[in-house]
């Protein structure tokens, strides 16, 4: 048979056998199975190796072979090359703001502990210094100074001749027997005498105590801006009845609320069927200045909620007490000289030392008002409507602040004075002016009545808040708007507590001590 019979005849198969010394190849008789290209690329390659390399070798270069005819492992290659060719890339710094980094919660934790710290070596320096100050007897006794005459609490309880007033004015406007000039009238008297006679009373019971004032008029604040948002919603109510609408389900101010809400289990109200006794008293004690005649209720009430929120009321409370009795009140006596002598440098320093006390107070108050009680009474009422402050700690500008700490009265502004304000073609500016001339009014109501001098630091430094506000919207904005709206609110309100006892010692006792 010739040589190229033989290379198109079959091929004898080869076994390999592999010993210590290297490898040998044998001819068998059998046929091969059929052999892709790369199992003939490696036999060829392990052949070339016979004559000398060890068997490590071999496998080395079988593999390099292997990886240069696979595309993936070809690029795995090649990237693992090009990362050790080259480690920088185009990046900025974690702490430039270009670099879009922002979890920052290992540094919150650390001023969280530092600030923790801090204040602990403060209030461990106070009890050395003035020994365990609390003392729950001194509580009651700034609230009742004879046992047996509560003048706060029945003034608060006369509160109810103003809301009932204002329920039958309703009544009668809602079947037409006064006019609506002369609901106006009974309205506009009912609502100036909420805020004369409380203070008149204040102003002339002696055994009215300056905590007790405070209480007192803070409750009627808050039942005139109510009753004024009551008699407003149902003058709107009665414009569109007039009006001849065919069908009315809710009041014109109210958007519809979906079942979800629980509208299965309370009936939804359409006006007049609003003016029930019920009705008066779910709006007076709901969390909320703002009437509408269906608000958005929660199916059921949920009583672990309720419990944490209570508790949460009870330990803040006396927390709160605790904090003043033992850590304010001192700081603030030891203040009067200073003040007294105008030493400049020693008021600062009185000034910078109770900012962080009266600060951590007006912090956890807050918590206490607007999340603990607040929730705990719309739960108890089954009140759907939580949103009681939105992320005021992130303002960037003194408006947004005062925009978003208390949203219930700044609801309010919006609904019954900005908005209508506008409407009457008056510009923002000034409309904006207004709302922090009225907030500054019943800062000054609430303060000096009850301490029964006049000196409108509270009134002065609301107005403040004008300037302040233009100020740092004009040339501070993100993190130093932000900075700003923090140390006007550290140092601002340390300055009025100051000047407010400075004075009322002035006043009341003739001279500081």
Excluded at 32 to 56: L, M, Q, Y
Excluded at 434 to 450: D, G, N, Q, R
């Amino acid at each position: 048979m010739s040589d190229r019979a033989e290379m198109r005849g079959p091929v004898s198969r080869r076994r390999r056998t592999t010993i210590s010394n290297g490898s040998k190849w044998h001819d068998a008789a059998e046929k091969p199975p059929p052999c892709s290209a790369k199992a003939k690329t490696n036999e060829v390659s392990r052949h070339a190796s016979v004559n000398g390399k060890a068997a490590d070798g071999e496998m080395e270069k079988s593999e390099q072979l292997q990886l240069q005819n696979s595309p993936k492992k070809q690029r795995s290659v090649v990237e693992d090359f090009n990362e050790r060719l080259s480690c920088h890339v185009l990046q900025e710094s974690l702490l430039s703001s270009a670099s879009g980094y922002s979890n920052y919660r290992g540094i919150l934790n650390w001023c969280v502990v530092m600030l923790v710290l801090s204040n602990a070596r403060l209030f461990l320096e106070n009890i050395i210094k003035y020994g365990i100050l609390v003392d729950p007897i001194q509580v009651v006794s700034l609230f009742l100074k004879d046992p047996y005459s509560w003048p706060s609490a029945c003034l608060i309880i006369v509160s109810n001749v103003f809301i009932l007033a204002a329920l039958y004015t309703e009544r009668r406007l809602a079947v037409g027997t006064i006019s609506q000039k002369t609901g106006l009238i009974l309205h506009v008297v009912n609502l100036t005498s909420m805020l004369i006679f409380p203070a008149a009373t204040v102003l002339i019971v002696t055994s009215v105590t300056p905590v007790g004032g405070v209480l007192s008029l803070v409750t009627y604040t808050v039942l005139f801006l109510k009753l004024y948002s009551y008699q407003d919603t149902n003058r709107w109510c009665r414009e569109i009845r007039q009006a001849k609408a065919k069908r009315l389900t809710r009041s014109y101010s109210c958007p519809s609320v979906a079942q979800s809400n629980g509208s299965a289990v309370h009936p939804h109200v359409s006006y007049p069927g609003n003016l029930t006794h019920r009705d008066m008293y779910y709006f007076v004690c709901a969390p909320t200045l703002c009437y509408q005649l269906n608000f958005p209720r929660s199916p059921r009430i949920r009583k672990r909620f309720l419990m944490r929120r209570l508790f949460e009321m009870l330990f803040f409370m006396q927390l709160l007490v605790g904090l003043i009795q033992q850590w304010m009140v001192p700081t603030i006596q030891n203040s009067m000289k200073p003040f007294q002598e105008m030493d400049f440098s020693r008021m600062v320093e009185r000034l910078l030392k109770l900012a962080v006390p009266n600060h951590l107070i007006w912090l956890i108050f807050f918590y206490w008002f607007f999340h603990s009680s607040m929730n705990f009474v719309a739960e108890l009422l089954q009140f759907g409507d939580r949103e009681f402050y939105k992320d005021w700690w992130n303002s960037e500008s003194v408006t947004y602040f005062w925009a978003n700490w208390n949203i219930p009265v700044h609801k309010w502004c919006l609904r019954h004075f900005y908005k209508p304000v506008l409407r009457k073609g008056v510009n923002k500016f000034l409309a904006q002016t207004a709302v922090f001339l009225i907030s500054a009014f019943f800062h000054e109501y609430m303060v000096s009545i009850p301490l029964k001098m006049f000196r409108l630091w509270a009134f002065m430094g609301m107005m403040a808040q004008v300037p302040l506000a233009w100020f740092v919207g004009r040339f501070l904005n993100g993190n130093y708007g932000n900075a700003a709206v923090w140390i006007s609110l550290i140092i601002g309100q340390p300055v009025a507590v100051l000047m407010y006892v400075h004075d009322y010692y002035v006043i009341h006792h003739g001279t500081t001590t």
